[in-house]
């Protein structure tokens, strides 16, 4: 059972070391490994195959509330008179919020970086078009000045200058 109980964890974990000290540590460990630290414990006494011990591991854990949280755990190993196991576990509850929020920033900037890669691309696309636009209409005009000069039909003149004024409002929507 738990022997003693520190200030943080009783700050980290919600529960009084009176309402532990005694209890199994499984107490502390969200399913599957509430239900499997018993026999976790007993292969590493048959075995000494360590798994846990010695070797510091991101695992969950859980507050007296039921909420299960990240933590980093190092468990070792004393012998004085009797097997006594220490745990270590620091909460990274903040570190895994930071990271996902982090992550979260950066697929943002990604996708600013899209709309941005998108606008430029969208107004050298616009640019690229006024220009044949700029050209057509400048040509359409000079067509209806030379019509003006000759004995040409007055129609070719008004669909020209109509031409032109499309053309125009093409690149205005541009």
Do not use: C
């Not at 990240?70 to 895994?96: A, K, N, T, W, Y």
């Amino acid at each position: 059972g738990i022997l003693t109980f520190s200030r943080t964890a009783e700050a980290t974990f919600g529960y009084r070391e009176a309402e532990v000290k005694g209890s199994n540590v499984r107490l502390l460990m969200p399913e599957p490994d509430h239900s499997r630290h018993d026999s976790y414990l007993r292969r590493y006494v048959e075995t000494h195959e360590t798994r846990i011990i010695g070797k510091p591991r991101v695992v969950k854990a859980r507050r007296k509330n039921g909420e299960v949280f990240p933590v980093s755990l190092h468990v070792s190993e004393f012998l004085d008179g009797r097997r006594i196991f220490v745990g270590f576990v620091l909460d990274l509850s903040q570190q895994v919020e930071t990271e996902r929020r982090l992550a979260e920033t950066q697929s943002q900037l990604q996708h600013a970086g899209r709309i941005g890669a998108m606008g430029q691309m969208a107004t050298s696309i616009a640019h690229e078009i006024n220009q044949p636009l700029t050209a057509a209409a400048s040509l359409a005009g000079a067509a209806s000045l030379v019509l003006g000069k000759s004995s040409a039909s007055g129609k070719a003149r008004e669909l020209i200058n109509e031409a032109v004024s499309e053309i125009q409002r093409a690149s205005e929507i541009i």
